[in-house]
T-cell receptor, first 116, second 114 residues
């Protein structure tokens, strides 16, 4: 069965520092996608970054990068130069074409708090 | 380009009532999926519609239903509300599927059942 594991319930980071949020996944499908979303207190799920299982290079989007280690089944999110506005819940999620659907499996999330 | 729009944003109902939530996807997106988020269960997949057909369904009772219209807008309905249905209901849309990385969420509809 597919599963996403986020082992860090909460993380603290000082402004302007980098932080890594951990995500491991389990799937038997050779083709899958990995997502990271940010959810501020308002509730909206904000798309941050996507990595396809066949992508050769790690995905990057501005200050966000995804450290994709396929053999270890990990897809950690790295946020560089943290900002106070980065304080939010962060969710890792996985999709799989075996479902032929847009169904995502989500992890339990990591609450990131950025302090001055 | 407008994002995913969900209405209403907040609503309060009492047990036994029913509720209908609406989702307008990003223009051009044909797939709409729904998720329930609660503190206890986290984010759980409800169902997905593509071109007016339900393509997949999560493990929820029959009180939860949905539909999609020809313009890709979607509605979900919960009948005979229970206290445990209190949650944030999130809608997401995509064009050709999640493995292109195109899966965007709305701001959610926060339902409180009293």
């Amino acid at each position: 069965a597919q599963k996403i594991t986020q082992t860090q319930p909460g993380m603290f980071v000082q402004e302007k520092e980098a932080v890594t949020l951990d995500c491991t996944y389990d799937t038997s499908d050779p083709s899958y996608g990995l997502f990271w979303y940010k959810q501020p207190s308002s509730g909206e799920m904000i798309f941050l970054i996507y990595q396809g299982s066949y992508d050769q290079q790690n995905a990057t989007e501005g200050r966000y990068s995804l450290n994709f280690q396929k053999a270890r089944k990990s897809a950690n999110l790295v946020i560089s130069a943290s900002q106070l506005g980065d304080s939010a819940m962060y969710f890792c999620a996985m999709s799989s074409p075996s479902y032929n659907t847009d169904k995502l499996i989500f992890g339990t999330g990591t609450r990131l708090q950025v302090f001055p | 380009k407008a994002g995913v729009t969900q209405t209403p944003r907040y609503l309060i109902k009492t047990r036994g009532q029913q509720v209908t939530l609406s989702c307008s996807p990003i223009s051009g997106h044909r797939s709409v999926s729904w998720y329930q988020q609660t503190p206890g269960q986290g984010l759980q997949f409800l169902f997905e519609y593509f071109s007016e057909t339900q393509r997949n369904k999560g493990n929820f009772p029959g009180r939860f239903s949905g539909r999609q219209f020809s313009n890709s807008r979607s509605e979900m309905n919960v009948s005979t509300l229970e206290l445990g249905d209190s949650a944030l209901y999130l809608c997401a849309s995509s064009s050709v599927g999640p493995n292109t990385g195109e899966l965007f969420f709305g701001e959610g509809s926060r339902l409180t059942v009293l």
